[in-house]
């Protein structure tokens, strides 16, 4: 029932920054919405998390202080601004949704519906 669409990835060098966002169809229905990444060679990481109504977010030790995730209820969108973007950060960037009690980094497995992903390169 829920669509998630990411967009905003690209190429870009270090230090530089990019806005990724991911468009829900059912945004409000949602308890949690969340970004994950994989890198060649890596398994898929929780990168950040936000409740959907309170709006505590939490984020990977990795990128804290860099990233910052946010929401737009009536737009439905979920957006991740990164900035100081490290070649560490090239991966796939996925955004999913919960609607259960958890937001956690770690529990993908909460997480119901997924995007296709947006690359982001970091050089």
């Known amino acids: 029932q829920v669509q998630l669409v990411e967009s905003g990835g690209g190429s870009v060098q270090a230090g530089g920054s990019l806005r990724l966002s991911c468009a829900a169809s059912?945004?409000?229905?949602?308890?949690?919405m969340g970004w994950f990444r994989r890198a060649p060679g890596k398994e898929r990481e929780g990168v950040a998390t936000?409740?959907?109504?309170?709006?505590?977010?939490y984020y990977a030790d990795s990128v804290k202080g860099r990233f910052t995730i946010s929401k737009d209820n009536v737009k439905n969108t979920l957006y991740l601004q990164m900035n100081s973007l490290k070649p560490e950060d090239t991966a796939m960037y996925y955004c999913?949704?919960?609607?259960?009690?958890?937001?956690?980094?770690?529990?993908?497995?909460?997480?119901?519906?997924w995007g296709q992903g947006t690359q982001v390169t970091v050089s």
């Open positions: 999913a949704t919960a609607r259960g009690l958890y937001c956690r980094l770690t529990g993908e497995q909460d997480f119901d519906y």
């Open positions: 936000i409740y959907t109504r309170g709006g505590n977010t």
């Open positions: 059912e945004y409000t229905s949602s308890t949690c």
